[in-house]
């Protein structure tokens, strides 16, 4: 799995992942010119749409209906360091009986995004850059 960013210019950029393009940008106010959602939104998008892809996998897989199904996802800032502390993701589903209720809630909490932010991965940050020569 990979995504290329490409740098536009002053506060924007475009990811792309398998062909697919989408722009990344800051509101005017940090410099951007608010064309496109910026990556705290991104990463509250990915979230939300993953959580999402496996509750209708539940319903689906039960032959349950799967109308109205939405995901919201909000998000705290948290400093030292700077950071998205404190997630809430909010299903809204069909009319349910408990049982399915506590499945979707057990199926959203298998998300890959979810495991992935509550068991912190290793990121390995590496520059490719030319080496300056000194002048001779």
């Known amino acids: 799995m990979e ?3 490409l740098y536009l210019g002053e506060a924007k950029f475009e990811a792309i992942a398998r062909g697919h393009r989408v722009i990344c940008d800051q ?3 940090n410099g951007g010119s608010d064309s496109g959602m910026t990556p705290p ?3 509250l998008v990915s979230l939300g749409t993953s959580a999402g892809y496996y509750a209708a996998q539940y319903l689906k897989a039960r032959s349950l ?4 199904l939405r995901v919201m996802v909000t998000a705290e800032k948290a400093t ?3 950071r998205l502390g404190r997630f809430r993701i909010e299903v809204t589903a069909p009319e349910l009986d408990p049982q399915h209720q506590a ?11 979810h ?3 509550l068991n912190a991965p290793a990121i390995d940050v590496v520059l490719n850059a030319p080496v300056e020569m000194p002048a001779a």
């Open 27 to 29: 509101p005017a106010i």
């Open 80 to 82: 030292q360091p700077a």
């Open 103 to 113: 499945g979707i809630l057990r199926a959203v909490k298998l998300c890959l995004v």
């Open 41 to 43: 939104e991104f990463l």
């Open 3 to 5: 995504a290329e960013i």
């Open 65 to 68: 209906p799967s109308d109205g």
């Open 115 to 117: 495991n992935t932010l």
